[in-house]
């Protein structure tokens, strides 16, 4: 086992209610980063995160803490000493913020200055220590969730484990979690694991990402490999590639492929048989758009194109476009203006070869 995995698991099962629950061949979580667990609803992550707080029990396969064998109840203790979970609602005890943050330490029955000294560590951390008297009954949504990680914090676990934890703050208080709980993981280097489904929040904090369906990881990798290169359709689908094109490759020489789709060809760069059946995927934003009136275009894949659709995202609008094949793409609100976008117009579509990422479709 790498001495950078915190955790690792092989061939865990577990089951809830006489049905399996969890079925993963293999798992790691590598010391001092962050990762997310993502997947849609009933995949299968908090049940995962609560089995590696030591919550749950498997009904068989190895789990591994700190390079040893969870196997003795002495074992479990260890983990759950050194593991802490932050749930979606922050649960907090009816008395003061302080009383809040200290409820870990007491548990451990650590001397009274080692209490103090705890916890006012972990209310400066999270920018909370003048609340520290105040009855958590008044709190807002966002000092609640401050105080919540900074119980989490107090303890100085090796892994902490939240589960949908910023789901129920509105988005500026969201933002601003985030970003505190990033820089003070970055600080203290305690390793992290996030069940999620939300792509920004994935992409702004996680570092590594497992991606989750029925139970199952179907794909692991730093995050950017995933988003950028997903090996599925189903998580090409997840991470958000808008544009999943059915295809047959055409010629390939040199790692230069040729797709054939509906008729239109689409440069791509890899190194597939012709005749090959795949997915085309391509991301909103690497697809660029112009009218007939701008210069040269330096991409290798340029199509005349429809607006079909028009639908407005916070600081852009996403665009369905008719190229003979659908293709969807991100623009700035002031592009959008000086375009003079509008459904049913006509604009030129472009995106480089090196943006299509191709995966073989299973016969």
């Known amino acids: 086992m790498n001495s950078e995995t915190l955790i690792k698991i092989e061939n865990i099962i577990l089951q809830r209610g006489g049905s399996t629950v969890l079925d993963i061949r293999e798992f790691q979580v590598r010391q001092g980063r962050i990762l997310a667990l993502i997947g849609p609803n009933g995949a299968g992550k908090s049940t ?22 969870v196997e003795s109840r002495a074992d479990l203790a260890t983990l759950r000493r050194n593991a802490a979970v932050v749930f979606q609602e922050p649960l907090l005890l009816n008395s003061s913020v302080y009383e809040n943050v200290a409820m870990g330490l007491k548990f451990r029955r650590l001397k009274n200055e080692e209490i103090r000294n705890g916890v006012q560590s972990a209310l400066d951390y999270f920018g909370i220590a003048q609340l520290a008297k105040r009855s958590a009954k008044t709190l807002s949504g966002g ?54 489904h939300d792509r920004e929040e994935t992409l702004r904090l996680a570092q590594d990402v497992s991606v989750m369906k029925s139970g199952r990881i179907v794909q692991s990798g730093k995050t950017a490999e995933i988003f950028n290169h997903p090996d599925s359709e189903f998580v090409a689908n997840f991470v958000g590639t808008e544009s999943i094109l059915e295809g047959t490759v055409h010629s390939c020489a040199a790692g230069h492929m040729v797709v054939s789709i509906n008729g239109k060809s689409i440069e791509a760069v890899g190194d597939c048989s012709i005749g090959q059946k795949v997915y085309c995927c391509l991301r909103p934003e690497n697809v660029t758009v112009s009218n007939y009136t701008q210069g040269k275009i330096s991409a290798r894949n340029i199509f005349e194109a429809k607006v079909s659709k028009i639908i407005r995202q916070g600081y852009f609008y996403k665009l369905t476009l008719d190229c003979g094949f659908p293709l969807v793409a991100y623009i700035t609100i002031p592009s959008y203006e000086d375009l003079g976008i509008a459904t049913g117009g006509n604009l030129i579509a472009s995106f480089k070869a090196t943006a299509v990422h191709v995966i073989r479709r299973e016969k």
């Open 143 to 196: 000092e609640a969730k401050r105080v919540s990680l900074a119980r989490a914090f107090a303890i100085k676990p090796r892994i902490i484990l939240l589960d949908e934890a910023f789901n129920s703050l509105d988005p500026p208080t969201r933002e601003t979690v985030i970003d505190d709980l990033k820089q003070i993981l970055k600080e203290t280097r305690i390793t992290a694991v996030l069940a999620s």
């Open 48 to 69: 995962l995160l609560l089995m590696l707080a030591g919550l749950l029990k498997p009904c068989q396969g190895k789990f591994y803490f700190q390079g040893k064998p």
